[in-house]
């Protein structure tokens, strides 16, 4: 099992950008999927995260800007990022708890999409 994120990139501030993690590999189902930012020297903090069930939570300072969703039939997340300003500038991760098809369950992480917002 494996995420493959996409879709970083050097956009203006109150620019947007959509982030997309595609899970892949031998998966039973996908539980709670979610994304996290870490700027160098900093620890990794929660962005956004989805439960199977389609219920959301965020991180105080994306509300109003940020959407988390999820494609259950293409076992893909994605975050739509809107008004971003420089202080968004990170490297962005996707994380999923994935049960395999050997019912084995686990926490995943993508390789990480660097976002930086000029301003």
């Known amino acids: 099992v494996q995420l493959q994120a996409s879709g970083g990139g050097l956009v203006q501030a109150g620019g947007s950008l959509r982030l997309s993690c595609a899970a892949s590999?031998?998966?039973?189902?996908?539980?709670?999927m979610g994304w996290y930012r870490q700027i160098p020297g900093k620890q990794r903090e929660l962005v956004a995260f989805?439960?199977?069930?389609?219920?959301?939570n965020y991180e105080d300072s994306v509300k109003g800007r940020f959407t988390i969703s999820r494609d259950n039939a293409e076992n893909t997340v994605y975050l739509q990022m809107n008004s971003l300003k420089p202080e968004d500038t990170a490297v962005y991760y996707c994380?999923?708890?994935?049960?395999?098809?050997?019912?084995?369950?686990?926490?995943?992480w993508g390789q990480g999409t660097l976002v930086t917002v000029s301003s």
């Open positions: 590999g031998s998966i039973f189902s996908i539980r709670d």
């Open positions: 994380h999923a708890n994935i049960v395999a098809d050997n019912w084995v369950t686990n926490y995943y």
């Open positions: 989805i439960t199977s069930g389609g219920s959301t």
